[in-house]
């Protein structure tokens, strides 16, 4: 006999075939989208052929896993005779789709069968139906009247299921539910009022069931793969540093908005601004991750839930990550995912075809997610209250009048809070400098200071400096500080000299000539760096440089490996040969060495475990900057006219190809290679 719980698991798949089905089939079940009215199109039938078979699947699935091992009852086979019915159905329905499409029918129909009556007859649809319900009420009456014969049974499995669900996410307990209400009513199969009242019960619990389904399904259509990349590659603020963000301003003499007052007020806007490497984004990830954020968010009004969502913009990245659709996606899966009840809401077209057709295979066009934005945050106040971090307007790859005037409309509603970060450009200090706002670097002083004390004090011969001239190591220390100008990355680079300065045991004259050296401004900085590249590595660090400048989107060490093989046949003599881990971590290896010994750190690679995540990067997004400067000019002036970095990337995509594995690459990956060759050999 199969126990309650799984003969549940099985109705519920079942219920949930039954009742897709037959909206598919009804007679006056429309679905309108917000162009033309006609909605029912070529999308929208592979969208409904695709649940069709994944829901086919999960009943065959659930009856061969639920049943296995088991002795059958007659009520038991009854059961499976029921669902193989139903995969009978969902073939037949698939038969009749795969003849539309062969037809390759262009049209537009208000219904799903109004577009399958074109290659079906009215009565073939009508007797579909009907047996659709038949099996539904059957499945009533099976699991109604065994739920019945072995009532004890049922209510142990319905309080072990009652144990089991408490730690797992709602809605597992549903099973349970069923069982307890069947045995407190005491319904009977052969009452029709109680098996009316179990069928909707059925029916309920399963549209609950499919409905966190489906939500679950759009969430994930709405993330896209570089969502989380920019953000999770922003270096990580130094300890002790930044925590200033969560004190008092008093006694301050540099003017500014105190934060842990904005995110308790009224106010609505914050701009963080600051010049060039001064470390915002590193704030604005300290900010959007602390825990405090969230605690003193919620002091102003304990009556409803906080929801946080953040993007960070980013201009060396792939075109979704600067663009305002990789904005709005990103904001809208965060909060959405915090707050699900409001999907619908959102994005009322796109959840009337979910539910009609499990899926929705049109792209996220940027005017839908727009109104979808507007919706959310124009939501009454009584769902939950949003704060919106922002960072690198300035990396935004449009006209930023089209960013001003969104969070300007969206902290129109009382209940949103915006924290946006910037360069100091005109636009934007225009629009945002009456809001509350702080100016970064003439506020990081001490937390320059104490990040030079804490990279020079890891330093064993700057620590024997410090003990032998005390006086002078603070001074130096102060001079740093003060040449930096508020401007992090400044600080990072001269640090890093006067390392290696130490490690060659410099005296205290070389590392004040040093220092001295240093052009106080980053562009000059870099500048030197630029013109100190080994003459003997020049050419090689201008092709590096043109690579990584030229890939669609941040370049792998991998590729960037293959990129940089000097035999140009190398990728067409290459045998198809999947590449072993080991293999790969040399190779990546090698361009690192190769990369830090040529470049002096323009170009870096974040340290990860996972060969994937191993990116080529540039130390800044001023770095990518100087690519309008003479000298920049001068270093790609370097390579002979031979070099082509395009036909270069064009080998590695090949190379990267033929070193995955022929039967486990899948298609959009395999077409993704032969695309990227081709964009590449175009230009």
């Not at 069982?179 to 009452?191: D, G, K, L, P, R």
């Not at 899966?333 to 499990?358: H, K, T």
């Not at 004090?457 to 700057?462: C, P």
């Amino acid at each position: 006999m199969i126990d309650p719980i799984s003969a549940l698991a099985i109705a519920g798949n079942v219920v949930q075939f039954t009742e897709f089905a037959g909206k598919l089939l009804s007679k006056t079940r429309k679905i309108y989208n917000s162009h033309d009215g006609a909605l029912v199109e070529n999308l929208e039938l592979e969208a409904a052929a695709r649940n069709l078979m994944d829901l086919s699947a999960q009943i065959s699935n659930s009856c061969r896993t639920e049943i296995a091992n088991v002795q059958l009852t007659s009520e038991d086979l009854n059961l499976r005779s029921v669902c193989d019915n139903c995969v009978n159905v969902a073939e037949e329905l698939l038969r009749l789709l795969g003849k539309l499409k062969a037809r390759g029918q262009q049209g537009k129909w208000d219904s799903f069968r109004k577009a399958v009556k074109t290659v079906g007859s009215e009565r073939e649809l009508d007797g579909l139906a009907r047996r659709l319900q038949g099996y539904r009420r059957q499945l009533d009456t099976l699991l109604l009247s065994s739920l019945r014969a072995n009532i004890a049974a049922f209510t142990r499995a319905s309080n072990e299921e009652r144990i089991t669900t408490k730690r797992d996410s709602p809605g597992k307990g549903w099973k349970a539910k069923v069982i307890n209400t069947v045995v407190s009513h005491s319904w009977q199969a052969s009452n029709e009022n109680d098996l009316a009242q179990f069928s909707s019960m059925m029916s309920r619990f399963s549209q609950q069931e499919r409905t966190e389904y489906l939500k679950r399904s759009l969430l994930q259509d709405l993330r896209f793969l570089e969502m989380p990349e920019r953000h999770e590659r922003i270096v990580a603020a130094h300890r002790k540093t930044f925590r200033w963000i969560f004190e008092t301003a008093a006694g301050s003499t540099v003017k500014w908005t105190n934060f842990v007052d904005w995110l308790q007020n009224d106010d609505q806007l914050y701009w963080i601004t600051g010049k060039a490497g001064s470390g915002k984004s590193t704030l604005m990830k300290y900010i959007y991750g602390h825990p405090r954020t969230m605690r003193l968010l919620s002091t102003r009004d304990k009556s409803l839930p906080i929801v946080t969502a953040g993007f960070f913009f980013w201009n060396s990245g792939t075109g979704i990550q600067m663009s305002q659709q990789g904005l709005l996606q990103t904001l809208l899966y965060e909060s959405l995912n915090r707050c699900d009840d409001l999907i619908q809401a959102v994005f009322p077209q796109r959840w009337s075809s979910y539910e009609m057709f499990g899926q929705d295979y049109r792209p996220w066009s940027e005017k839908e997610l727009l109104q979808g934005f507007k919706r959310l945050v124009q939501q009454d106040g009584t769902a939950a209250r949003f704060c919106f971090f922002v960072d690198g307007l300035d990396e935004f790859d449009g006209d930023p009048t089209v960013l001003i005037n969104l969070f300007k409309e969206v902290v129109s509603t009382s209940n949103v809070k915006v924290c946006l970060s910037s360069r100091p450009w005109l636009v934007f200090e225009d629009a945002f400098q009456h809001n509350s706002n702080m100016m970064l670097q003439d506020l990081t002083y001490p937390d320059i200071w104490s990040f030079i004390s804490s990279e020079l004090g890891s330093n064993k011969q700057f620590l024997v400096l410090k003990k032998r001239k005390a006086s002078y190591a603070e001074k130096l220390i102060a001079d740093i500080a003060k040449k930096a100008d508020g401007v992090f990355l400044w600080v990072k680079l001269v640090t890093t000299s006067l390392l290696a300065g130490l490690t060659n045991s410099d005296r205290i004259s070389d590392l004040q000539r040093r220092l001295d050296l240093i052009p106080p401004d980053l562009e000059d900085l870099y500048g030197k760096i630029l013109s100190s590249f080994d003459p003997f590595y020049l050419e090689h660090a201008s092709q590096l440089l043109q690579l990584v400048r030229a890939s669609y989107r941040p370049i792998s060490l991998l590729a960037l490996s293959f990129a940089d093989e000097e035999d140009h046949m190398y990728a067409i003599e290459a045998e198809v040969r999947q590449l072993t881990d080991e293999e790969k971590w040399i190779r990546c290896e090698e361009t690192r060495r190769r990369l830090n010994s040529r470049c002096k750190g323009l170009l870096e690679v974040p340290m990860s475990e996972k060969l994937g995540n191993l990116k080529v990067e540039y130390l800044h997004r001023t770095v990518k900057d100087l690519e309008k400067d003479e000298i920049w000019r001068q270093l790609l002036g370097a390579t002979s006219d031979s070099f082509n970095p395009h036909v270069s990337l064009c080998r590695a995509n090949l190379l990267l190809l033929k070193a995955e594995d022929p039967l486990k690459i899948s298609d959009d990956a395999f077409w993704g290679y032969i695309v990227d060759c081709l964009n590449y050999v175009a230009r």
